[in-house]
């Protein structure tokens, strides 16, 4: 089995709270320069950055994840990755039927760009990316299952917009693929305090969650597996063949 570095939590310029350094050229160059193989772009309820990112990436270095950091109607934050153009034209699909149609403050929220290689814009998002969507947890971890593909909820150690934080706990029927803590969570303090999660046994993940350059590549996850793949972290998540996850 190979060991791969990966960060699966990354916001882009896109997002409104999104750092203007936060652009395709300084992802890729410090993913490189750092030792990451595998970045998940996920900025807030939208897939079109992450597209353009692996679309220029190609067959390159390091591996793109294209997903989305949704906001569920409950104002807990999901991640959810999609693989083939088909499953992403669905996931934002998705996203764009059910987020509200609230326009976008620039002074307030700050812009909402998505560039190409040379810094160029090719698309702003006219609506505010970071309101909730007009679905639940459970409706949005069915769909994204739906389409074959990955959903984690994020940072469940966190006091807001977390599935623990929004909930209280996590719904024993919630298709999952994985859990996300933050940088400083400790896995042990989180499972002391959630002794129902030790029966569960999920995969965990560290992420960044990085909205700004100095945040990037900050956390890790590491996968053990023969190559990258969707398929191959999929099965990573769950610990099959052999394949598995571990934060050390």
Same mark, same amino acid.
């Given at each position: 089995?190979?060991? !791969?570095?990966?960060?699966?939590?990354?916001?882009?310029?896109?997002?409104? +709270?999104?750092?203007?350094?936060?652009?395709?050229?300084?992802?890729?160059?410090?993913?490189?320069?750092?030792? &990451? /193989?595998?970045?998940?772009?996920?900025?807030?309820?939208?897939?079109?950055?992450?597209?353009?990112?692996?679309?220029?990436?190609?067959?390159?270095?390091?591996?793109?994840? +294209?997903?989305?950091?949704?906001?569920?109607?409950?104002?807990?934050? +999901?991640?959810?990755?999609?693989?083939?153009?088909?499953?992403?034209?669905?996931?934002?699909? !998705?996203? /764009?039927?059910?987020?509200?149609?609230?326009?976008?403050?620039?002074?307030?929220?700050?812009?909402?760009?998505?560039?190409?290689?040379?810094?160029?814009?090719? #698309?702003?998002?006219?609506?505010?990316? =970071?309101?909730?969507?007009?679905?639940?947890?459970?409706?949005?971890?069915?769909?994204?299952?739906?389409?074959?593909?990955? !959903?984690?909820?994020?940072?469940?150690?966190?006091?807001?917009?977390?599935?623990?934080?929004?909930?209280? !706990?996590?719904?024993?029927?919630?298709? #999952?693929?994985?859990?996300?803590?933050?940088?400083? +969570?400790?896995?042990?303090?989180?499972?002391?305090?959630?002794? &129902?999660?030790?029966?569960?046994?999920?995969?965990?993940?560290?992420?960044? /969650?990085?909205? #700004?350059?100095?945040? &990037?590549?900050?956390?890790?996850? #590491?996968?053990?597996?023969?190559?990258?793949?969707?398929?191959? =972290?999929?099965?990573?998540?769950?610990?099959? /063949?052999?394949?598995?996850?571990?934060?050390?």
């Amino acid at each position: 089995m190979n060991r !791969f570095r990966a960060d699966l939590h990354t916001h882009t310029f896109l997002s409104p +709270c999104g750092d203007i350094g936060m652009v395709p050229s300084f992802i890729v160059e410090t993913a490189l320069r750092k030792g &990451y /193989d595998i970045i998940g772009i996920t900025d807030h309820n939208t897939t079109v950055q992450a597209r353009e990112i692996r679309r220029m990436v190609g067959d390159g270095e390091p591996y793109i994840l +294209c997903g989305a950091e949704i906001t569920t109607r409950e104002e807990a934050h +999901c991640l959810a990755f999609a693989d083939s153009e088909e499953s992403l034209d669905a996931l934002q699909r !998705f996203l /764009d039927d059910n987020l509200p149609q609230v326009p976008n403050d620039e002074e307030m929220f700050g812009y909402q760009l998505a560039v190409n290689a040379d810094e160029e814009v090719i #698309y702003e998002a006219p609506y505010l990316l =970071i309101s909730a969507l007009d679905k639940g947890i459970d409706e949005v971890a069915a769909f994204v299952s739906s389409i074959g593909g990955l !959903f984690i909820p994020a940072h469940i150690d966190k006091q807001q917009n977390s599935v623990i934080s929004q909930l209280g !706990f996590i719904p024993p029927d919630l298709q #999952y693929d994985a859990l996300e803590i933050s940088v400083r +969570c400790d896995l042990e303090q989180l499972l002391e305090r959630n002794r &129902y999660l030790r029966k569960l046994s999920p995969s965990f993940i560290r992420s960044s /969650d990085a909205h #700004y350059p100095e945040d &990037y590549c900050r956390a890790v996850t #590491y996968f053990n597996m023969p190559c990258r793949s969707f398929a191959e =972290i999929r099965k990573a998540l769950h610990g099959e /063949d052999g394949r598995s996850v571990s934060l050390q």
